[in-house]
């Protein structure tokens, strides 16, 4: 791998982790919104546990999804050869297989 694929791939990693960051914040907001107009009102505490439940399992489910898929896409990365012909182009090679 050059030094721009290893640039492009920081890159992708750091922003799919941003992207789940937001993602988990704008759930802990709205449960956090949710929790205070419930409070305001005559709410049961069944409310409150299910906001509570729901924003639990929606953030651990995003962010168990982009590190799941992250480590897989790594493995699968890591386990192909990568073939260089005489441009340094692993492309410019032609396939065999």
């Known amino acids: 791998m050059n030094t721009f694929d290893a640039v492009i791939q920081k890159i992708r990693a750091w922003t799919g ?3 789940v960051a937001i ?3 704008a759930i802990a907001v709205a449960a956090i919104l ?3 107009l419930t409070s305001s009102t005559d709410a049961g ?3 409150v546990v299910s906001i509570l439940s729901g924003a639990f399992t929606a953030i651990g489910t995003l962010t168990t999804a982009y590190f799941g898929i992250r480590a897989v896409s790594n493995t699968a990365q890591s386990s192909m050869p990568v073939r260089v012909g005489v441009t340094g182009n692993p492309e410019s090679e032609p396939r065999t297989s």
């Open 17 to 19: 982790l941003l992207a």
């Open 23 to 25: 993602g988990d914040l």
């Open 34 to 36: 949710g929790l205070t």
């Open 45 to 47: 505490r069944a409310q």
